[in-house]
Every structure is written in structure tokens, then in C-alpha cells.
């Protein structure tokens, strides 16, 4: 079963305009931890933002922001003012309690248009 | 964070023979991951590397198609043995930094793009 599902395979946004990458995931384990990566076109993967799911508030970390709904079991990322270089493949993962691997979603590929 | 190297960052091989991708990290790290990522697709976990013990291995993944090693707390290798086609992929390999009751994060290394011809 799909742990981790990100339903936009691609996304076009206009430069500085703000954009909302859906992720939701599956998992009976109270205890867990939701990432999300960019990955370039060089192909490295670049860590941008974590939330435990213990955490009271939506992580932040400069331009980008997680809409933790624990309820709904989803894990949006927001990114504010977007960028040409924020054009890429961004990926959504889960580590689940005791396990330190992470199970990624399929990726949502973003272009920002000048 | 870690900075993690890896090494090659691309090659193009025959068919058949082996590539053996080196990772190392700026510090200690206990775990190691190897993942790969085929065209289009997603990362898929390969196997955990600790050093002192074998590697485990994911479901799909085995010892002799890809032997790992783990000499010492910064280095990790992945070979892709008797290569075909199928092997094209990005191979990246990751290391956990702990956040003490935060949880933990993984970094990842630029990855090596395999092309077999």
C-alpha cells in the first residue's frame, strides 16, 4: 500500500507567487517524522524541512512551510515569494518509529515561470 | 548537518562489468543508506549500512548484485555488480543526523548517475 502519495505530478507557478505541494500518508504508528526534499535537475537530494509528529506547531525554515493537518494525515509544503532556481522535483517521505529508512512519494515536478 | 561526498558523480559503463561508488562523511555517522532512484521514478531504499555488521538488505535487493561495505564510521561503498541496462539509475547514499529527542534527519550525498550501455 502507498505510504506516501503526492497527487500533482507537476505544478507550473508564476515567479514570486506562493505554492502549496499536497503530500498525505498513511501510517498507524503514533510516532513518525514527515521530510521534505528538492531535488535539481544535477540530480542530488537537498533536505528542506522536517515535522515530528508530536510537533504542536508547522515547521518553518526560511521560505518554506509545512501545513501539518495530523487529522487529514497530511503534510503540505508551502513556499513563499517562489524563485526560478525553486524549479525542480520535490519530494514528501516518512520515517516511521523504529525504523530509520525513509519511504518517499512519487514526487510533484515544479517549474516556475518567469 | 553532515557533508557527505560521493564519488563518482556520473559514468557510463559496459554492460557486465562492475562500478564501485564511494561515500564519505565530514564525521562519525552510525547508519549509511543507499538508495537508488531509476528514470522518473521515486528513491527506493537498497540496503543499511552499520558499521561492524553486514548491510541489510531491502526486499528486491541482494548481497551479490550489490555488495556494500562499511570499513569505518565515515566510508561506504556500493558496487553495482555484472551491470545491464536496468542498472541505470542515480544512486545516493545518506547518512542520519540525530536531533536528540527531535527526531533525526537524513542528509544525502550529490548521488552518482549510472548510465549502462
Known amino acids: 500500500a502507498q505510504k506516501i502519495t503526492q497527487t500533482q505530478p507537476g505544478m507550473f507557478v508564476q515567479e514570486k507567487e506562493a505554492v502549496t505541494l499536497d503530500c498525505t500518508y498513511d501510517?498507524?504508528?503514533?510516532?513518525?517524522?514527515l521530510f521534505w526534499y528538492k531535488q535539481p535537475s544535477s540530480g542530488e537530494m537537498i533536505f528542506l524541512i522536517y515535522?515530528?509528529?508530536?510537533?504542536?506547531q508547522n515547521a518553518t525554515e526560511g521560505r518554506y512551510s509545512l501545513n501539518f493537518q495530523k487529522a487529514r494525515k497530511s503534510a503540505n509544503l508551502v513556499i513563499s515569494a517562489s524563485q526560478l532556481g525553486d524549479s525542480a522535483m520535490y519530494f514528501c517521505?516518512?520515517?516511521?518509529?523504529?525504523?530509520?529508512?525513509?519511504?518517499f512519494g512519487q514526487g510533484t515536478r515544479l517549474t516556475i515561470n518567469p | 548537518s553532515a557533508v557527505i561526498s560521493q564519488k563518482p558523480s556520473r559514468d557510463i559503463c559496459q554492460r557486465g562489468t562492475s562500478l564501485t561508488i564511494q561515500c564519505q562523511v565530514d564525521?562519525?555517522?552510525?547508519?549509511m543508506f543507499w538508495y537508488r532512484q531509476q528514470p522518473g521514478q521515486s528513491l527506493t531504499l537498497i540496503a543499511t549500512?552499520?558499521?561492524?555488521?553486514?548491510?541489510?538488505?531491502e526486499s528486491g535487493f541482494v548481497i551479490d548484485k550489490f555488495p556494500i561495505s562499511r570499513p569505518n564510521l565515515t566510508f561506504s561503498t556500493l558496487t553495482v555488480s555484472n551491470m545491464s541496462p536496468e542498472d541505470s539509475s542515480i544512486y545516493l547514499c545518506?547518512?542520519?543526523?540525530?536531533?536528540?529527542?527531535?527526531?533525526?534527519?537524513?542528509?544525502f550525498g550529490a548521488g552518482t548517475r549510472l548510465s549502462v550501455l
Open positions: 501510517t498507524s504508528d503514533p510516532s513518525y517524522g
Open positions: 515535522q515530528g509528529s508530536y510537533d504542536q
Open positions: 545518506s547518512v542520519v543526523h540525530f536531533l536528540g529527542t527531535e527526531g533525526n534527519i537524513q542528509y
Open positions: 549500512a552499520n558499521q561492524g555488521s553486514e548491510a541489510t538488505y
Open positions: 564525521s562519525q555517522v552510525t547508519m
Open positions: 517521505a516518512m520515517r516511521e518509529k523504529g525504523a530509520q529508512k525513509l519511504v
